[in-house]
């Protein structure tokens, strides 16, 4: 059974860190492209990171450009999101995502077949 799962959420002030994973089993992450999406309540769900098979490509949404590092151990089978001087508005739930090429396009959703459970995060003091 292909799986993604995310973990890393939690209760954050404004200006702390967290770092989220994502683990996959039953697939190897080697060949696919990984990205993050959020979603908060009532808005629709964001693009917020995308890292390529190889990691030498990585696209940032510019609410978070310079705060959030996206990287992958692709030895142990997982991506990380790396969130920096988090913010009220960046409370959300976090999904990553498997897309079925090996680069990104955050604009095609739809490219992205495999998706995990979602972990919350919250920011607020």
């Known amino acids: 059974q292909l799986q993604l799962v995310e973990s890393g959420g939690g209760l954050v002030q404004p200006g702390g860190s967290l770092r989220l994973s994502c683990a996959a089993s039953?697939?190897?992450?080697?060949?696919?492209?990984i990205g993050w999406f959020r979603q908060a309540p009532g808005k629709e769900r964001e693009g917020v990171s995308c890292?390529?098979?190889?990691?030498?490509?990585?696209y940032y949404a510019d609410s978070v450009k310079g705060r959030f590092t996206i990287s992958r151990d692709n030895t142990k089978n997982t991506v990380y999101l790396q969130m920096n001087a988090l913010k009220p508005e960046d409370t959300g739930v976090y999904y990553c995502?498997?897309?079925?090429?090996?680069?990104?396009?955050?604009?095609?959703?739809?490219?992205?077949?495999?998706w995990g459970q979602g972990t919350q995060v919250t920011v607020s003091s």
């Open positions: 039953g697939f190897t992450l080697d060949y696919y492209a």
């Open positions: 995502a498997a897309a079925q090429r090996p680069m990104c396009n955050m604009r095609v959703v739809k490219l992205f077949a495999t």
């Open positions: 890292i390529s098979s190889s990691a030498v490509t990585t």
